[in-house]
């Protein structure tokens, strides 16, 4: 068995849940979605990013309000992040499968939405039930294009 360095005893990790919540404050602009997205209370979301907050020694975010934004040591850390977070999306995938997984981010014009896309969803969650299908309904155009998205359909 090798031998562990003393150092190694003492790091401390953050929680994927912390990460993960604040990439999506970042990618979602509010508290309130970040916690539809994740399905617990914004109070949990704020909690965890304090948290967060606390363990690195920094400021990631601002809050004015209902507003939240990231700072700037927020936004270099939540780029690391993502790249973190696709490498452990990536592992977990079934090994020597070939079956898509991932996030697949969709906005989707209400209309549209309502009648065709909630028709067909759950025929496409069936048969693709890796994939983690965000859907959001943003008409602003400059929040549908500073939004990541895969899919935008109008």
Same mark, same amino acid.
């Given at each position: 068995?090798?031998?562990?360095?003393?150092?190694? @005893?003492?790091?401390?990790?953050?929680?994927?849940?912390?990460?993960?919540?604040?990439?999506?404050?970042?990618?979602?602009?509010?508290?309130?979605?970040?916690?539809?997205?994740?399905?617990?209370?914004?109070?949990?979301?704020?909690?965890?990013?304090?948290?967060?907050?606390?363990?690195?020694?920094?400021?990631?975010?601002?809050?004015?309000?209902?507003?939240?934004?990231?700072?700037?040591?927020?936004?270099?850390?939540?780029?690391?992040?993502?790249? @973190?977070?696709?490498?452990?999306?990536?592992?977990?995938?079934?090994?020597?499968?070939?079956?898509?997984?991932?996030?697949?981010?969709?906005?989707?014009?209400?209309?549209?939405?309502?009648?065709?896309?909630?028709?067909?969803?759950?025929?496409?969650?069936?048969?693709?039930?890796? $994939?983690?299908?965000? $859907?959001?309904?943003?008409?602003?155009?400059?929040?549908?294009?500073?939004?990541?998205?895969?899919? $935008?359909?109008?």
């Amino acid at each position: 068995m090798a031998k562990r360095d003393a150092s190694d @005893a003492r790091r401390v990790y953050p929680s994927m849940t912390a990460l993960r919540m604040l990439e999506a404050v970042s990618r979602l602009g509010s508290l309130h979605k970040a916690s539809e997205a994740m399905f617990v209370t914004p109070s949990a979301v704020s909690h965890q990013l304090r948290n967060l907050e606390q363990m690195l020694g920094v400021k990631l975010i601002s809050r004015a309000g209902r507003k939240v934004e990231l700072t700037s040591a927020g936004n270099r850390y939540v780029q690391d992040i993502r790249k @973190a977070l696709e490498i452990v999306e990536r592992a977990n995938a079934p090994l020597g499968g070939s079956e898509p997984f991932g996030p697949l981010r969709i906005n989707c014009a209400s209309g549209l939405g309502s009648y065709w896309l909630a028709y067909h969803i759950t025929e496409f969650l069936d048969l693709f039930p890796n $994939i983690d299908l965000e $859907i959001t309904n943003e008409t602003d155009r400059s929040d549908i294009l500073n939004v990541r998205r895969h899919l $935008i359909l109008q």
